[in-house]
């Protein structure tokens, strides 16, 4: 029995000492300031680094940050092809988003089509999508004559006026210039983006019913949406684009477009007087060149100070591109990424080893940059689709980590109260335990360097549940023997040992569940499923030795406070 | 001692009908969610139905009937949206759609995108972006069925090992009881199931196995007793009124962390908490007025086996 007693009390404290190691590091990054984690990161930032290394790491809910799952589109492909398929994609998003700039990004495949991207604390959202999704297929394709496209539009404008369900009087408006009818066209457009902000009853009314008859006039007119400012390309108002997109999807507008040929809508919205505008370009659909050729990519500004990327070709590539460039002088060479035109600029000088591609005056210089960096990279040998996205702010996991830290707090005041209160002494024990059990937890925890979420945090506060049961169940049990007359030390030992089956029993059936949880589960599920069941184990062995080994002490007593 | 639970001898198992009825109707309205969720009609989370929420904050207060009209002019009428406390000015909204995205413009960026447009002197910031593709969630779907399963069978396995049969089909039937009455009270309260209640739901299986174990573990331990002495319902009673204490101190006490978990744990654990809180209740009155009781009418029906 004594022997058995100091094992205990050697076992407790080497899990002491143990813990307290391992969860130094956790404890002293959280209790760091911000300022005192710059100040550090500038004298130690290997330190700093380890530090950060050797601590429980917050999942992207409470840290903040951006979590994506892509699914490569294999569906046309060979089971080899498609693995294979996967495995580029998977290295070219890895390049993308190392050149991206962002700490610590996770890139792993998952399932045989699956890539899912993990990037902590990131705040650029959108930016991060575009560069991580975008296939990045570069072309270069010529545009269509400006009078066959011409008449295109005039064509489609004449097969959308005989359509039978629009009014009959729509000749006569086709007749008008197409000028005339784009003025009204900006105008009422103005009027209706008025309209939108508006409050106004009375004006939403009365521009309602203008917009209706606009709406019924027009739309025969698919022209009177465009206006064509160079000779290459037609601009219609932003806002109109959605309606071209469905009037161009219309099956008999559809069977007029030559078959050498496709409508593609530039990359991005550009300022044109004083309203926002997107380009549409006919293209033809023999490629000319494609991005696989460039062996280099620039973002740089040109002397308007608007950014362009800066390109090198490979010498194959250059003289087959100075091939088709040289005799098509003085023509424009649309700049197709993804199925949307990014520039079209005229050939000037026969193309050897190097280009530019200008963005327009839309663009950002991190538009520039970011497609040097998907070109460069290189394209996804398939569509890639973002199937799950997972943004959360750092403000809302900062709000998380408090709000679960306040829950935790707040739940265990009221445990450790209501144990204190109704076993007084043995209480007392009981959240010595649980506290104990807190501590360990977290540095099994670091440990691990697992990751601790939200769902997590939601186990921690279960475990709570869990190690006052397995206390309960004891403490219940000695009072019964108690109160059948046994002696303090007889209760002891027969609450001990009865209860032991019982904690065991609930313990493992919870692990049971935590285990499966732990298997299927993906991300936070996964993280909750870690922390029960450490909880568990910790709890498990709290209740059959720490608790104990206090009691044995408190066996020789006439009356036990309990 | 201080004891709320003071040698009490009430006849649980007499009233047993009684609870028939009450769990009845719970369980019946469980299969009822269950099937609404196999015939798509449930409320389920995006997660599983696929969708997408977006949660921000304007700087300036808006209020929601406008940001509703912005949205249904972008196409979104079905947006679902709620208030949320918690900032010092401004409103922050969380934005439930059921689309998701599968390819091109993603819908999280045409929501923003519409915003941004519809309220252009106000400033909006991103807390959240949730979007599941309804391939992926369809794939949760069956993986969720797998968890719920896998779990059933393997604690059906333990009971059997390590009490008997009958012990582990009473337990079983009890956790299922508990599962789907939660289920069935989300259901009729329009609650949505998420992947967080789905845990929610598997972690109870957990609980209330606990809560059916201790009280078996203390029927085995009577019986063995008591073989000779009082007949099989009088023990089945006894037993479950010596543990009475404990069931209730444990529920009080896993109570009290739940309630302060669905009060102050944010709006991400709400619904969670909201499952284990019905869930220990269910939980705890099961645990006396269905696994038990299995075991009485089991026994009536087939003496012997204890003898």
């Given at each position: 029995m004594r022997k058995h007693e100091s094992l205990r009390i050697v076992a407790i404290i080497v899990v002491l000492i143990v813990a307290a190691i391992f969860f130094y590091p956790t404890a002293r990054l959280w209790l760091m300031s911000a300022e005192e984690k710059a100040e550090m990161e500038q004298i130690d930032p290997v330190g700093l680094n380890n530090l950060e290394a050797s601590t429980i790491q917050l999942g992207l809910d409470l840290q903040g940050g951006m979590h994506i799952v892509l699914k490569v589109d294999v569906s046309d492909m060979t089971p080899a092809e498609a693995s294979n398929a996967r495995d580029r994609a998977l290295e070219i998003i890895?390049?993308?988003?190392?050149?991206?700039?962002?700490?610590?990004?996770?890139?792993?495949?998952?399932?045989?089509?699956?890539?899912?991207?993990?990037?902590?604390?990131?705040?650029?959202v959108e930016r991060a999508q575009q560069l991580i999704g975008?296939?990045?297929?570069?072309?270069?394709?010529?545009?269509e004559t400006p009078e066959k496209t011409r008449q295109l539009v005039e064509k489609i404008d004449k097969i959308l006026g005989s359509d039978p369900f629009s009014e009959g009087d729509t000749e006569t408006e086709a007749d008008t210039s197409a000028e005339e009818s784009l003025d009204d066209a900006a105008d009422l457009l103005s009027e209706k983006e008025d309209s939108t902000a508006e409050e106004d009853s009375l004006l939403a009314e009365i521009t309602d019913s203008t917009l209706e008859d606009f709406e019924e006039a027009t739309y025969t007119e698919f022209s009177s949406y465009l206006d064509q400012q160079t000779q290459e390309s037609y601009i219609a108002t932003s806002l109109d684009v959605p309606l071209l997109k469905r009037y161009l999807g219309i099956d008999k507008v559809q069977a007029l477009i030559p078959h050498d040929v496709e409508w593609m809508w530039g990359t991005r919205d550009e300022q044109f007087q004083g309203r926002m505008v997107r380009r549409l370009y006919l293209i033809k659909k023999k490629v000319e060149m494609t991005g696989d050729c460039l062996t280099s990519a620039t973002p740089t500004y040109d002397q308007f100070r608007q950014p362009k990327v800066d390109f090198r070709l490979s010498k194959d590539c250059g003289s087959k591109f100075a091939r088709v460039t040289g005799p098509n002088i003085g023509k424009p060479l649309a700049i197709v990424l993804d199925g949307q035109v990014e520039s079209a600029p005229r050939i000037n000088d026969r193309i050897r080893?190097?280009?530019?591609?200008?963005?327009?005056?839309?663009?950002?210089?991190?538009?520039?940059?970011?497609?040097?960096?998907?070109?460069q990279a290189g394209a996804l040998p398939a569509d890639v689709n973002i199937v799950e996205n997972n943004v959360v702010g750092p403000s809302l996991g900062q709000d998380s980590i408090s709000k679960g830290l306040t829950a935790s707090l707040i739940g265990l005041i009221f445990v450790v109260l209501i144990m204190a209160v109704y076993y007084r002494l043995s209480g007392l024990v009981a959240d010595f335990a649980l506290v104990f059990n807190l501590f360990v937890l977290l540095a099994i925890?670091?440990?691990?360097?697992?990751?601790?979420?939200?769902p997590g945090i939601a186990g921690i506060i279960l475990l709570v549940g869990i190690s006052v049961d397995a206390a309960v169940l004891i403490f219940e049990r000695i009072r019964e023997e108690l109160t059948t007359g046994k002696t303090v030390r007889a209760s002891i030992e027969a609450g001990y040992s009865r209860a032991a089956v019982a904690i065991i029993d609930s313990n493992i059936t919870t692990l049971i569940v935590a285990g499966i949880l732990y298997a299927l589960g993906t991300g936070a599920v996964k993280g909750f499923a870690v922390t029960l069941s450490i909880g568990i184990m910790v709890s498990l062995f709290s209740a059959l030795v720490v608790t104990r080994t206090i009691f044995e002490f408190r066996k020789g007593y006439k009356k036990l406070s309990i | 001692m201080f004891r709320i639970i003071k040698g009490t001898k009430i006849d649980f198992i007499s009233q047993r009908k009684k609870a028939y009825i009450l769990s009845a109707v719970l369980v019946l309205l469980g299969i009822a969610c269950f099937f609404a969720i196999l015939f798509g009609k449930a409320n389920l989370g995006i997660d599983f139905a696929g969708g997408t929420m977006v949660q921000g904050w304007f700087e300036s207060d808006v209020d929601i009937a406008d940001l509703r009209s912005v949205l249904s002019e972008a196409g979104f009428d079905a947006a679902y949206m709620t208030h949320l406390e918690g900032r010092e000015h401004g409103s922050t909204f969380l934005i439930r759609v059921k689309v998701g995205s599968e390819g091109g413009q993603t819908v999280s960026e045409q929501i923003v995108g519409a915003i941004k447009a519809g309220f252009p002197g106000n400033v909006f910031t991103l807390d959240s972006v949730h979007e599941v593709g309804p391939s992926i969630g369809r794939e949760l779907e069956r993986t969720a069925i797998w968890m719920v399963l896998l779990a059933i069978a393997g604690i059906l396995i333990y009971i059997w090992i390590r009490f008997d049969l009958r012990f582990g089909v009473a337990a079983t039937i009890a956790t299922f009881h508990d599962v789907l009455a939660v289920l069935g009270i989300f259901f009729i309260f329009n609650k949505e199931i998420s992947l967080l209640v789905v845990v929610a739901l598997l972690t109870l299986a957990g609980y209330s196995l606990s809560d059916s174990v201790v009280v078996f573990d203390r029927i085995r331990e009577n019986l063995k007793t008591f073989r000779r002495k009082g007949d099989f319902i009088s023990t089945i009673n006894l037993s479950i009124n010596e543990v009475l204490g404990r069931t209730l101190m444990t529920s009080l006490t896993t109570l009290t962390v739940v309630i302060v978990l669905l009060l102050a744990g944010g709006e991400i654990l709400r619904d969670f908490a909201l499952a284990l809180m019905i869930g220990i209740l269910v939980g705890t009155y099961s645990s006396v007025f269905v696994a038990s009781p299995i075991i009485v009418e089991w026994e009536n029906r087939s003496p012997k086996r204890f003898k």
């Open positions: 890895r390049n993308r988003v190392d050149k991206f700039g962002i700490s610590e990004p996770q890139i792993m495949p998952q399932g045989d089509d699956y890539i899912i991207v993990e990037l902590p604390g990131l705040q650029d975008s296939t990045a297929r570069l072309e270069f394709r010529f545009l080893d190097n280009g530019t591609i200008s963005l327009g005056t839309g663009a950002t210089f991190e538009n520039a940059k970011d497609l040097s960096i998907v070109l925890m670091s440990l691990l360097k697992a990751t601790l979420t939200v | -």
